[in-house]
């Protein structure tokens, strides 16, 4: 399983989040406690939106505590929006393409989680990304996969149920073809002005999600891990949720993929 952290509020620099904490993002890549895989070694990735609608983008293949190129970065940009990841692939290959954040236009996103047996039906996930946006398939993920057809089904106009449409999807075919758990799905997207949030599974066993507002900082956190051991005021986020972060405001509400699947 993955770990990310993400941050919309005043500008900060990134190495507030991503590295200097004690327990940052890249701490958790090598010493991750709150998940079944400790090292998340499979390559890293940052989108930071700045003073145009595209974020900018950082992915390599090297661990994220190893690469200097990171921390020059996260040291000199400052930005009020950015998601950062570390991945332990699930299966795919270990490549710039499969790591996350995924970005199209002025859409980011980043995923932890599983689809069970993607494998199975990756060509039935593939033929689900429609044709306008099939060019922006450059990797192999099913994390990708989600996001182009999460883009499909109306993430601009309506990010939530766009999500769960996708998500419904995602899930009917790994019930039929694939295999338990089902789908295991925290993400993080982002349009250049909202933070979006999503915790779900199909099962008891989502993965771990919270955030904390920050009155020094004046801006909000987002971590699959709390950033420090001595800060009890980190809110877990409750599985089965879809949260819109602008400004101080936080917005939860149900996240029900099943409501579609009974429609469908």
Known sequence: MCRWAAYIGQPTFLEDIVSRPGHSLIHQSHCATRCHTAINADG????????????????????????????????????????????????????????HPFVVGH?????????????????????????ALYPQRKGATDSEALFLVALGEGLEADPKCALERAAARFEAHARERGHAPYLRLTAALSDGVRLYAVRYASDEAAPTLYHRWSETRRGRAVVSEPLEDDEGDWQEIPPGSFCTFEGKSVRIEPFAPALWQAAA
């Open 44 to 99: 890293f990735g940052v989108a930071w939106y700045g003073e145009k609608p595209e974020p900018g983008l950082y992915r390599d293949v090297m661990p994220a505590w190893s690469d200097p190129n990171l921390r020059s970065l996260t040291a000199t940009v400052k930005s009020g929006l950015f998601l950062a990841h570390v991945r332990a692939s699930t299966g795919t290959a270990t490549s710039r393409n499969n790591c």
């Open 107 to 131: 859409w980011s996103f980043m995923h932890n989680g599983q689809i069970g047996g993607f494998d199975a039906f990756r060509r039935d996930a593939e033929m689900m990304i429609p044709d």
